[in-house]
């Protein structure tokens, strides 16, 4: 499910709990409505909606932390590969073939997380099934240093290229954390009650239900956010193209 959908469901719930409110407020007996019911009720929402906002921000807080995370390792990555590629040319021309290598590695990850046409995959799993690096470090194993500047940069190419390896299947992993559906039903359906309370006082006119379809459609939105953030490899709201893009820039100047 994506996260529009996610942000779908959650409006129409939040939505239905507001029309439920309203519908009650107008059939319910007056004495159900009274002061008294109507302090015990805004005490008990009152209790539920701290919960929930509290619940909500940490969770959207959660999500901006993993996001910035893999948008961290996606720079040093970057800057990795920049490296790794001047080490290669400080080995000589007969580093020439794993520079090649490295450069479609770097470009099929490219590829693979920020397509130019995309079609709705799964990106992150894209990116575990593409080639990666392994061609890379194959070739470069191949190498036979015969100067001591030549073993010099084949073991600090090894050391970047095993960096860029393990930086690699941790953003993998990391991207594929999923939240548990029952997360999304709790929080849910503790918005839906609030609305229920607030619909069941609330005046019955334009601008007060213009007033609460806004407030609904923030509490979506904030949904909507966590889950994109949650899948820093996935969705409208992905990591930036940029670092990689720099070092596919920077690959095979010298």
């Known amino acids: 499910?994506?996260?529009?959908?996610?942000?779908?469901?959650?409006?129409?719930?939040?939505?239905?709990?507001?029309?439920?409110?309203?519908?009650?407020?107008?059939?319910?007996?007056?004495?159900?409505?009274?002061?008294?019911?109507?302090?015990?009720?805004?005490?008990?929402?009152?209790?539920?909606?701290?919960?929930?906002?509290l619940v909500l921000g940490l969770l959207v807080g959660s999500a901006k932390n993993s996001f910035d995370t893999i948008s961290t390792a996606?720079?040093?990555?970057?800057?990795?590969?920049?490296?790794?590629?001047?080490?290669?040319?400080?080995?000589?021309?007969?580093?020439?073939?794993v520079r090649l290598e490295l450069h479609q590695a770097v470009q099929s990850e490219v590829d693979a997380i920020w397509p130019k046409n995309p079609t709705g995959a799964d990106e992150s799993s894209a990116l575990?099934?593409?080639?990666?690096?392994?061609?890379?470090?194959?070739?470069?194993?191949?190498?036979?240093?015969?100067?001591?500047?030549?073993?010099?940069?084949?073991?600090?190419?090894?050391?970047?290229?095993?960096?860029?390896?393990?930086?690699?299947?941790?953003?993998?992993?990391?991207?594929?954390a999923e939240v548990p559906t029952a997360l999304y039903v709790v929080l849910l359906s503790w918005l839906t009650i609030l609305f229920v309370s607030i619909g069941l006082f609330a005046p019955r006119n334009n601008t007060v239900l213009v007033a609460l379809l806004l407030c609904i459609a923030s509490f979506s939105t904030a949904i909507f956010l966590f889950d994109e953030m949650a899948s820093p490899l996935d969705g409208m709201i992905k990591v930036s193209v940029t670092p990689m893009q720099k070092a596919l820039d920077h690959l095979g100047q010298q």
């Open 74 to 97: 996606d720079i040093t990555n970057g800057a990795n590969i920049i490296l790794l590629d001047r080490v290669l040319a400080q080995y000589g021309p007969e580093a020439n073939p």
């Open 128 to 176: 575990e099934k593409a080639g990666g690096l392994e061609p890379v470090e194959q070739k470069l194993n191949a190498l036979v240093p015969t100067t001591d500047n030549q073993r010099n940069a084949l073991q600090e190419a090894r050391q970047l290229l095993g960096a860029l390896v393990q930086e690699r299947w941790q953003m993998v992993e990391e991207s594929k």
């Open 1 to 53: 499910m994506s996260s529009i959908d996610v942000g779908i469901i959650s409006a129409l719930c939040i939505s239905a709990g507001l029309f439920l409110g309203l519908l009650l407020g107008r059939t319910l007996p007056e004495h159900h409505l009274s002061d008294h019911s109507k302090d015990t009720i805004k005490m008990a929402t009152g209790m539920i909606a701290t919960l929930t906002a």
